[in-house]
């Protein structure tokens, strides 16, 4: 099924008996990561029936991007936008109205008028700012093992500092990370470079039922992991023997292009424990993800769903969603092209 639609005036009146549309505005650190937050937005959502809206209404609204919502599955939809990474306010059209009004502090120049249509525009949800404050790395706790041997809590853990030790993952990055796997799809999954526990944190958050197994080569990160929740294996990814199986395999790899073997390495050694259906979700450093994709494609024999470039903060990394699963590729491939196709 695709998972995306364009509509015309005739094709609207059908689809609003049926469908809600929201509206997400993609917050300001990722303005410019349209495709991403698109894509994340449909992973997270990929059992409720949503479709992204290639010519949705208000498009004079800056990083505004519009989806159909099975009304049946609205309250669950709503229910996950705390989750979202990319977009943080989430706004409603209204075609149950005689005169349109724009309730929200939105500035738009057009009139409340979609293919026909009037509509007025309702505020749905607005992501806590505290919250975000919360989970950054900056601000959590976490706990490592100090030069003494004793376990230590520590707020606003960040890495060693070292070239392969850089550890902290926004907050947006590890949500949107971790719905592009699908989270609400998935019993298993691991993070074969843990560091921080950016994505061990996000996973407990948006789904606590997963069950998370979390690997790093760097002994003093155990207590953190363990207490972010994960099963904790403390080795190199790339001989670490594992004996479960796994739905996904999501990870931010190590940036340093010294690592890049290592990190083909390790995937080489997790991948026949991924299940059939399973996915993989990277974020590597841009002069990285040739290699990779060479890799997974060539000698792992994978489907690639989405690679995208992303610039946070000055550093260049890549996106990139991979699959066991042929049809699950097959059934997005329409959909990854309509999106990579908008700006
Ligand atoms: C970029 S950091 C991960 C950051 C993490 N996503 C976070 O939010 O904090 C990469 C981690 O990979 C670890 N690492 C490097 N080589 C490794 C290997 N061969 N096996 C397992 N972990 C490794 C490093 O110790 C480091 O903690």
Redesign the pocket.
């Known amino acids: 099924m695709d998972r995306f639609i364009e509509v015309d005036g005739v094709s609207l009146k059908n689809y609003v008996l049926d469908y809600n549309v929201i509206c997400c505005k993609l917050r300001n650190s990722r303005v410019k990561s349209k495709q991403l937050g698109i894509m994340e937005f449909l992973m997270s959502m990929y059992d409720l029936d949503v479709l992204f809206i290639k010519n949705g209404p208000l498009g004079d609204i800056k990083g505004l991007v519009s989806f159909f919502i099975k009304k049946q599955n609205w309250d669950k939809a709503v229910s996950r936008l705390s989750y979202i990474g990319y977009f943080d306010e989430f706004y409603e059209l209204d075609f149950d109205i005689t005169t349109p009004i724009n309730k929200t502090n939105l500035k738009t120049i057009n009139p409340l008028v979609w293919k026909g249509l009037k509509f007025s525009l309702k505020n749905l949800y607005i992501q806590s700012q505290e919250l975000y404050e919360t989970q950054s ?1 900056h601000n959590r706790p976490f706990k490592i093992v100090s030069q003494d041997g004793n376990e230590k809590e520590i707020i606003g853990y960040r ?1 060693d500092g070292s070239e ?6 926004p907050v947006e990055d ?1 949500r949107c990370l971790v719905n592009l796997s699908m989270p609400f799809q998935e019993k298993k999954v691991i ?9 061990v ?1 996000m996973y407990k958050y948006i789904n606590p039922n997963i069950d998370i197994t979390s ?4 002994s003093t ?1 155990k207590p953190g992991l363990e207490y972010y929740g994960s099963k904790h294996i403390v ?5 670490v023997h594992l004996t479960d199986s796994y739905d996904a395999i999501v ?5 340093s292009q010294n ?1 890049t073997e ?2 083909v390495k ?1 995937m080489k050694n997790i991948y026949p424990n991924l299940n059939d259906k399973g996915i993989i979700v990277l ?1 590597c450093g841009e002069k990285q993800s040739e290699q990779i994709i060479k890799y997974f494609a060539n000698e792992l024999n994978s489907n690639m769903i989405f690679s995208k470039k992303l610039n946070r903060k000055g550093t260049d990394v890549v996106v990139q969603i991979w699959t066991k699963n042929f049809e699950l590729q097959k059934e997005l491939n329409q959909t990854v092209e309509v999106v990579s196709r908008t700006f």
């Open positions: 790395p890495g392969l030790g850089r550890r902290a993952l590890a993070e074969p470079f843990a560091g921080g526990g950016g994505i944190y690997i790093d080569i760097d990160l080795g190199d990814a790339s001989e990870t931010e790899v190590p940036f690592a290592k990190i390790a974020m």
